[in-house]
């Protein structure tokens, strides 16, 4: 889908002032967020760092109406509010805005819920990889070998396919995004809006916080995520999946970029040993097999 | 014209939100409580009633969706039990603190382990702290009647807080009696469209439950204590009105029988209440004049009306079907704490789980402590145990000799 500029909202959907970290990448995706479906949208916020970033009562640092919820709540919540206002015969999309703990560990029988009954809702998982809110614990989100606050040594175990084992779930629409490419995320934004049921969409998002790096870094870094095929872009629509740019160019792994290039600008892996940066390589080598083998069954490659 | 009919408790608390055109059901199974949701579920297959049901995949997410249906401005319900209960805690305060009306209706269950599906009051007890109003039946058509009245007042401004109808599983869940069933019109015009303090609409920026400072949440906290109180004004006040539409009176927070002239009398709440009332006439034939004060509201708590009940009494005893493990049943706690201890007290836990208490057993222990308190004069006994027919030691220690 094209998107211009021109016919985006100019109103501003994250206001000054509000509580989030400098560089935080969860007040940018919400700003693309507001830019993409505008004053159509109500959003539910489970617990997480957007519950902070809105700020303290009586100010609401994002201009969209958002329903807070507890941890485990959101799509049920989220299924409740959309029916309720279809019945009323209100124009207007719920989202969820859920961080990668409300998403696949804590949230996750509540989303696997609602995607099975087909709610008519857009879930988002913020996925800045670890319980940034609560001080940087690890999230079944976390990757392989990361640095956290529960995981001194290094995280062992992998990220959970989220996008994955919401698109066996059968629902019409899931797709990854990064706050690197605003583009790609508010064309799937429309799109999702346009599509009737469950969808849902990943959001890869850098922070600087938790991940140990500048401030000025996220966009670049959330960049190379992309770039060295940490993080790959692609939809499923109505089970097909297809490559976006510009991870559709990096099926050949010599157009990636080094991981460590990713890797090198993170304190979170500062402590890696070749071998930690070896099993790193190998789930992002299992992660594009999976793709390829899928492209491969659909015909397309 | 209204008509006579005999159905289960489940069912006519089903039947009472299809009257209240609720329109947005979210519920997961649980026992004793699945027939309510059947029943709604036959009810909008059938186009009698016209409402969504949302299939959750537990009751956190079923009290979750009914809040989130609320917030978007449609009258909502669920029911669950026990466990169920338990597992929708948290979000008893989120919906609560949230000053959002929804009605639950709570078919009281022991909670595990061991497993029983049988009746106990812990469940419905462990919401007492949570800022939703409790009621509880004594009956299905009290049931049927309590449910109505629920929606009424938790949608009135005054109120504005969340409420919980409760019944007890299978003695009245799953027990065929006579309920009147009203017109639709008549209950149309008791109760006007949903009315709530903030709905979420789109293009309109305004945050719920987003964090505050800690002076506005204690704020809020005691904004819903006075809601309570108002609470108590609105429920005699709303339950005069029910009587004027449908013949049956509300406005009495404790349902009491035969106790102006009563030396002692029986409290406590829920269907066995019936039987005390049949043992208080057996002790009046034995010559100890005794009456029997039926709480129908624990939220708010009818501190005054027990107060003018049973201040100057001999003695009260508090039957409870659950206990605050340490300590003594809550009811007595709560009914206690309002007496000031001038009248003797004795709380007796019994049928817990569901271990049958009959009329017989009513009469036997409170005779038992009819006699404990002419004996010593006066006596506070918070635990007096009564199991298959014997009373056992208590703790704390009262100092009263019991056998
Ligand atoms: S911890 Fe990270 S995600 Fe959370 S507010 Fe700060 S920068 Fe944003």
Redesign the interface.
């Known amino acids: 889908m094209a998107i211009n500029i021109k016919q985006l909202p100019k109103k501003k959907y994250v206001m000054p002032g509000n509580a989030a970290c400098p560089g935080c990448p969860e007040s940018m995706g919400f700003k693309y967020l507001g830019m993409a479906l505008g004053d159509k949208a109500v959003v539910v916020i489970p617990a997480g760092c957007s519950s902070v970033i809105q700020g303290l009562w009586p100010k609401q640092g994002f201009g969209l109406p958002i329903l807070n919820i507890v941890f485990a709540a959101s799509a049920s919540a989220a299924s409740g509010l959309a029916r309720a206002l279809k019945r009323r015969g209100v124009d207007a999309q719920v989202v969820v805005w859920a961080g990668d703990g409300g998403t696949a560990d804590i949230g996750f029988q509540a989303l696997s819920a609602a995607a099975e009954r087909g709610e008519d809702i857009i879930y988002i998982c913020v996925d800045n990889e670890a319980y940034m809110n609560t001080g940087i614990q690890r999230s079944g989100l976390t990757p392989y070998g990361a640095w956290t606050t529960t995981t001194h040594t290094g995280k062992r175990q992998f990220k959970k396919p989220m996008p994955q084992i919401v698109a066996a779930h059968r629902v019409p629409y899931v797709a990854t995004a990064s706050v690197g490419y605003p583009w790609d995320f508010i064309a799937k934004l429309k799109k999702a809006a346009s599509i009737r049921g469950f969808k849902y969409i990943h959001l890869h998002a850098p922070c600087p916080v938790g991940w140990r790096f500048d401030p000025s870094l996220t966009a670049k870094i959330a960049q190379l995520a992309v770039e060295t095929g940490a993080w790959i872009l692609y939809e499923y629509e109505n089970g097909r999946l297809r490559l976006n740019p510009p991870s559709n160019r990096l099926i050949d792994p010599s157009k990636r970029k080094p991981i460590e290039e990713y890797l090198k600008l993170q304190g979170r892996f500062r402590h890696l040993k070749p071998e930690d940066i070896k099993m790193i390589q190998k789930e992002i080598e299992t992660n594009w097999e999976e793709i390829i083998r899928t492209l491969k069954v659909q015909g397309d490659l | 014209m209204p008509k006579l009919v005999a159905m289960r408790g489940n069912e006519a608390v089903a039947y009472a939100t299809k009257y209240a055109r609720v329109?947005?059901v979210?519920a997961y199974p649980i026992t004793p409580q699945t027939i309510i949701v059947e029943k709604i579920d036959e009810l909008i297959s059938k186009g009698e009633m016209d409402a969504?049901m949302?299939?959750?995949?537990?009751e956190?997410?079923?009290l979750?969706?009914?809040?989130?249906?609320?917030?978007?401005?449609?009258r909502?319900f669920t029911a669950t039990s026990s466990h169920g209960l338990a597992y929708m805690y948290?979000?008893l305060w989120?919906t609560a603190g949230s000053r959002i009306p929804v009605v639950m209706a709570v078919v009281t269950r022991a909670i595990g382990p061991p497993w029983n599906i049988h009746v106990s009051h812990e469940d419905i007890l462990m919401t007492r702290d949570t800022g939703w109003l409790v009621s509880m039946a004594e009956n299905n058509q009290e049931a049927f009647d309590l449910t109505l009245l629920m929606f009424r007042i938790t949608e009135d401004p005054r109120v504005y807080l969340p409420g919980i109808v409760g019944l007890d599983g299978f003695i009245l869940s799953h027990t065929v009696e006579p309920v009147e069933l009203p017109d639709q019109e008549t209950v149309d015009e008791f109760l006007p469209p949903r009315r709530q303090p903030y709905v979420?609409?789109?293009?309109?920026?305004?945050?719920?439950?987003?964090?505050?400072?800690d002076e506005?949440f204690e704020e809020l906290r005691m904004d819903m204590q006075q809601s309570m109180e108002n609470a108590v004004k609105v429920i005699k006040e709303v339950g005069a009105e029910y009587g004027k539409y449908f013949g049956r009176d509300y406005s009495n927070m404790i349902d009491c029988y035969r106790c102006s002239d009563a030396d002692y009398l029986i409290a406590g709440i829920g269907s066995w209440m019936g039987d005390a009332k049949i043992a208080a006439d057996k002790l009046r034939e034995k010559g100890y004049r005794v009456g029997v004060a039926r709480l129908r509201w624990i939220r708010p708590f009818p501190w005054h009306d027990l107060r003018e009940i049973a201040m100057g009494k001999k003695g009260v005893i508090v039957m409870d079907r659950s206990l605050s493990t340490g300590h003594a049943g809550p009811l007595f706690l709560e009914i206690s704490s309002a007496l000031e201890g001038k009248p003797s007290m004795v709380g007796v836990p019994a049928g817990i789980g569901g271990v049958d208490i009959s009329h017989d057993d009513v009469a036997l222990f409170a005779e038992k402590a009819i006699q404990l308190i002419e004996e010593n004069g006066r006596v506070y006994i918070p635990v007096m145990w009564y199991h298959l027919g014997k009373i056992f030691p208590t703790y704390p220690s009262s100092g009263v000799k019991l056998d």
């Open positions: 329109e947005i979210a969504e949302i299939h959750v995949e537990s956190h997410s079923a979750a969706a009914t809040y989130g249906a609320a917030s978007g401005g449609v909502a948290e979000m989120w979420m609409e789109p293009g309109e920026p305004k945050a719920m439950g987003n964090l505050v400072p506005f």
